[in-house]
């Protein structure tokens, strides 16, 4: 079992296809990840592009425009624009704004002063044992490690439409448990989740409110239980869920650079970090953007 990315290969794919979309420059990966290159998100931005922009996004679930330069404020902008933002829990990593938080490993006296969740090793889904999960992640990535610190993306929606038609029906109309509590999920499947980890039944296969497009909505650091299902049965057919998702095939690796201004589509992809030099600092301006119920 891949408790942590060390052992998921380099995805290395074709290079980006360039495309223009009502005048939006685009270079699409596969299987999903669009650069946007000729955005920038400190001026204002036209209806029409805003509009092109979101198609791009349902179309391409994981968007990055490069080379910006941008103040809280104009990426509170964006969000907004996105939709409702959400306010961080954990009041201590909470930035300029309460829908900010920070993602880094930058120490002072020795001791984080940000939120640097381990978790995030491994294959997950923002917010999902929340009733209401974030439908997009919006990072800025203001300083990057030399090495090391990329960004997978599964994109769910093709993990599913490839699943075989006999798990499809087995699947079909279940629920799961997701449950937050890191050290349970990041450790070991079997080890017992503390009694009051905040956690929410959802479908186990969701329908994109926009594109209408099915995706798989589990991940190995969160999906506990299918419930109302023998526990061994559940155990199973989990593991073996999250084992066709976590395939290369179906996987983005986002390498970033200074200034990428990063959207993913939380309803459809699940994300895991890679591991860098803690010698390296690593800082991320990071709003979610408040969902749909999952249905
Ligand atoms: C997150 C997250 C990964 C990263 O912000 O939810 O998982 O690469 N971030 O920083
Ligand atoms: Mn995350």
């Known amino acids: 079992m891949a408790i942590q990315l060390a052992d998921f290969p ?23 990840g669009v650069e946007i290159l000729n955005i920038d998100l400190a001026q204002p931005m036209a209806d029409g592009t805003f509009r092109a922009v979101m198609d791009i996004w349902h179309q391409g679930l994981v968007i990055c425009f490069r080379n910006q330069d941008l103040t809280a404020e104009d990426q509170l902008r964006f969000g907004r624009r996105v939709g409702e933002l959400s306010v961080i829990h954990t009041p ?15 120490k002072k006296n020795g001791e984080f ?8 090793m491994m294959f997950h889904i923002d917010q999902c044992y929340q009733p209401r999960p974030a439908k997009a992640t ?37 629920r799961v448990m997701h449950v937050y509590d890191y050290d349970a999920g990041a450790t070991h499947t079997a080890a017992a989740v ?19 497009r099915k995706c798989l909505y589990v991940n190995r650091l969160m999906t506990r239980e299918v419930v109302g299902m023998d526990k061994a ?11 066709h998702m976590e395939n290369p095939e179906f996987v983005y ?6 200034g990428d201004l990063l959207m993913w589509d939380n309803r459809c992809t699940a994300h895991a970090r890679r591991d860098f030099d803690p010698e390296q600092e690593r800082v991320m301006r990071r709003l979610t953007v408040l969902g749909e119920a999952p249905a």
């Not at 201590?92 to 930058?106: A, H, L």
């Not at 002063?113 to 995030?120: F, T």
């Not at 490690?145 to 990329?150: A, D, L, R, V």
């Open 92 to 106: 201590e990593f909470t930035g300029e704004d309460p829908s900010i938080m920070y993602i880094s490993n930058v």
């Open 233 to 243: 049965e559940s155990d199973a057919l989990l593991a073996r869920l999250f084992d």
């Open 194 to 212: 503390a009694d009051d980890a905040p956690r929410y039944v959802h479908p186990l296969v969701r329908t994109h409110p926009v594109t209408e």
């Open 138 to 174: 919006i990072l800025y990535a203001m300083k990057i490690p030399k090495t090391g610190g990329n960004t997978l993306f599964c994109d769910l929606q093709r993990a599913y439409d490839t699943l075989d038609e006999e798990t499809k029906a087995r699947i079909a109309g279940r």
């Open 253 to 258: 690796e986002h390498r970033w650079r200074l």
């Open 113 to 120: 002063v940000h939120a640097l969740p381990i978790g995030e």
């Open 10 to 32: 380099e995805v290395t794919k074709a290079p980006p296809r360039a495309k223009t979309y009502k005048g939006v420059q685009v270079l699409r990966h596969d299987p999903c």
